[in-house]
């Protein structure tokens, strides 16, 4: 997750700023009626041998960009119902 971005920040500046051979996917959280950015983000990189999270991590932090990990929640609940034995 990545918040503290600018208003006319698009995707594919977040990956330009990350400097990897392989982003999955980048996106950025626009308010609909300004067709701004609204500050938050995110990016999801595929690490090839050599590239380091930390290094990554600096370059969107020297940017004034605030990065936190992704958490996964398994006790997220969700729709659908386990299977019947």
């Known amino acids: 997750m990545l918040s503290g971005l600018n208003e006319d920040v698009k995707p594919a500046d977040l990956k330009k700023l990350a400097g990897v ?3 999955v996917s980048s996106e950025v ?3 609909n009626l ?3 950015c609204k500050g ?4 999801k990189i595929r690490l090839n041998d ?3 999270p930390e290094t990554i991590r600096q370059r969107y932090v020297k940017e004034g960009i605030l990065v936190q990990d ?16």
């Not at 992704?70 to 034995?85: G, L, M, Y």
């Open 21 to 23: 051979k392989h982003v």
């Open 29 to 31: 959280d626009c308010d």
């Open 34 to 36: 300004k067709g701004t």
């Open 40 to 43: 938050t983000g995110r990016i």
């Open 50 to 52: 050599g590239e380091d």
């Open 70 to 85: 992704f958490k996964n929640q398994p006790q997220k609940n969700s729709a659908f119902t386990s299977p019947v034995v």
